[in-house]
């Protein structure tokens, strides 16, 4: 299987009111190529720092990040956002559409942004908001939507480019249990059908169960 994270000796510390806490203390992880991994821990514990370090949101961390055979750190700036365009997903807790764009147009964007065409971002745009069920709800705005829809066309926007690793940070953290079953269903039968890895940090064990593999963060690191 190819790689397509490897993590080593992550590290990251905050100082806060003049205490140090050390959050992540060497985390160590690989991913391969179309694993989809629960990041499990309690509250706390890291899992949205450690995220956010690999999503190369942020600097300040000790350790390696090799994201798809590139060395992270020895990218600059614009390595490291081309890589986050070209490589990651992002899925939140809370949906983070634009508000003023339609659902579609949400999920158009990004394309765009890395290049495509409007026809084929429009048609690939189209194509997964009718496969997760909203091909009547494409022209409306996040505001108009459900929560369980307005986090469906989050995940869309996540899978627009085919990215190679999607981070979900609590994807279904804010909808009813009964609707973050199907959402996060319908998520990892996707991520499994264009081939892309997940790694999806949730506090709900029985969602991480239905994942390939779960890594449960505890002092700072993954037993
Ligand atoms: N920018 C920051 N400055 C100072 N401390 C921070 C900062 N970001 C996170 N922390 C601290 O790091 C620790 C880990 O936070 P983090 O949000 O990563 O945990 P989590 O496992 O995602 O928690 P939850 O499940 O509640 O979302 C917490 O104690 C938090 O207070």
């Given amino acids: 299987m190819s790689e397509v994270l490897s993590v080593?000796?992550?590290?990251?510390?905050?100082?806060?009111?003049?205490?140090?806490?050390?959050?992540?203390?060497?985390?160590?992880?690989?991913?391969?190529?179309?694993?989809?991994?629960a990041l499990l821990g309690p509250s706390g514990s890291g899992k949205s720092t450690m995220l956010?370090?690999?999503?190369?949101?942020?600097?300040?961390?000790?350790?390696?990040?090799?994201?798809?055979?590139?060395?992270?750190?020895?990218?600059?700036?614009?390595?490291?956002?081309r890589l986050r365009r070209e490589k990651l997903g992002f899925v939140y807790q809370f949906h983070h559409l634009l508000p003023d764009f339609t659902a579609i147009e949400n999920v158009i964007?990004?394309?765009?942004?890395?290049?495509?065409?409007?026809?084929?971002?429009?048609?690939?745009?189209?194509?997964?908001?009718?496969?997760?069920?909203?091909?009547?709800?494409?022209?409306?705005?996040p505001s108009q939507?459900?929560?369980?829809?307005?986090?469906?066309?989050?995940?869309?926007?996540?899978?627009?480019?085919r990215p190679a690793l999607v981070l979900a940070d609590e994807p279904t953290g804010n909808l009813d249990e009964r609707t973050a079953d199907v959402v996060v269903d319908e998520f990892i039968r996707l991520v499994r059908e264009q081939g892309s890895a997940a790694?999806?940090?949730t506090h709900n064990e029985r969602l991480a169960a239905r994942m390939d593999r779960i890594v449960r963060l505890h002092d700072g690191r993954l037993d």
């Fill in 199 to 201: 790694l999806i940090a």
């Fill in 8 to 37: 080593t000796a992550l590290s990251r510390s905050f100082t806060q009111g003049g205490a140090r806490i050390d959050v992540l203390r060497g985390v160590d992880l690989t991913v391969d190529a179309g694993e989809i991994i």
């Fill in 109 to 141: 964007l990004p394309q765009l942004i890395l290049g495509r065409g409007m026809d084929e971002a429009r048609a690939r745009a189209e194509s997964l908001l009718t496969d997760l069920g909203l091909a009547q709800r494409l022209e409306h705005k």
């Fill in 52 to 81: 956010q370090a690999i999503g190369l949101l942020e600097g300040g961390y000790g350790g390696s990040i090799r994201l798809c055979g590139v060395e992270v750190a020895k990218e600059g700036n614009e390595g490291r956002t």
């Fill in 145 to 161: 939507l459900s929560g369980g829809e307005q986090q469906r066309v989050a995940v869309a926007r996540a899978l627009a480019n």
